[in-house]
């Protein structure tokens, strides 16, 4: 003789299929948007972000090394040696304003600026100062840094920028709240670099 069925088997089933239906869907949905996204991280939108991205970075690195090469000149040395160093600070900060606000060529920018000068002080610090394991560990840890830097910025660029096209992120509008938050988040970036 069957056991009969337990008090409230006949209104799990529905529920549950219904449940494990929904479980199934999602799967499905997050497999197609997993399935997007590598469509779009190796797609040619891709490539075109990875050639601006190139370009700005080069930019950056070009205008780093005109401001190294004014600020070497006797007459307007002074002068040089301000612009420089204000310059290096907008490269810090800007970094920092530009994933706030997820500025690509800011980004692409700064870092190419950083890369420059990180190599021209790793330059003079060999040239000048270099001897023992300490220095030698020192050297080689910044020079990968250096390296490092640009790579995983263009990353994060890529995979933000992929993650947009599967989404269709909507940027926020440019009005006076969204400039007024970018210049406070601005501000914070230098205050940030000036006084820690």
């Avoid at 530009?98 to 800011?106: D, E, K, P, Y």
């Avoid at 890369?115 to 100062?129: I, N, P, Q, V, Y």
């Avoid at 599967?166 to 501000?187: E, T």
Wanted: glycine share 6%; net charge negative.
């Amino acid at each position: 003789v069957s056991s009969p069925p337990a008090e409230g088997s006949g209104s799990r089933g529905p529920e549950q299929a219904l449940q494990e239906h929904d479980h199934h869907s999602q799967y499905t949905k997050l497999d197609a948007e997993r399935a997007h996204y590598r469509r779009e991280l190796y797609s040619w939108a891709a490539a075109r972000d990875t050639l601006r991205f190139v370009v700005w970075v080069l930019v950056g690195m070009c205008v780093d090394q005109i401001f190294d090469h004014f600020s070497d000149m006797k007459g307007q040395k002074n002068v040089f040696d301000l612009a420089q160093y204000i310059w290096l600070l907008l490269s810090f900060t800007g970094i920092y304003w530009a994933f706030q606000n997820q500025n690509w060529w800011v980004l692409a920018l700064c870092t190419g600026s950083s890369f420059s000068l990180l190599g021209r002080d790793l330059s003079l610090h060999r040239e000048g100062c270099f001897g023992g394991s300490l220095d030698d560990a020192y050297w080689w840890t910044q020079r990968l840094a250096q390296w490092l830097s640009p790579f995983v910025a263009w990353m994060i660029m890529l995979t933000s920028r992929a993650l947009d096209r599967v989404y269709g992120v909507v940027r926020p509008s440019a009005d006076s709240g969204a400039a007024d938050s970018s210049c406070v988040s601005l501000v914070q970036s230098i205050l940030l670099v000036v006084f820690v």
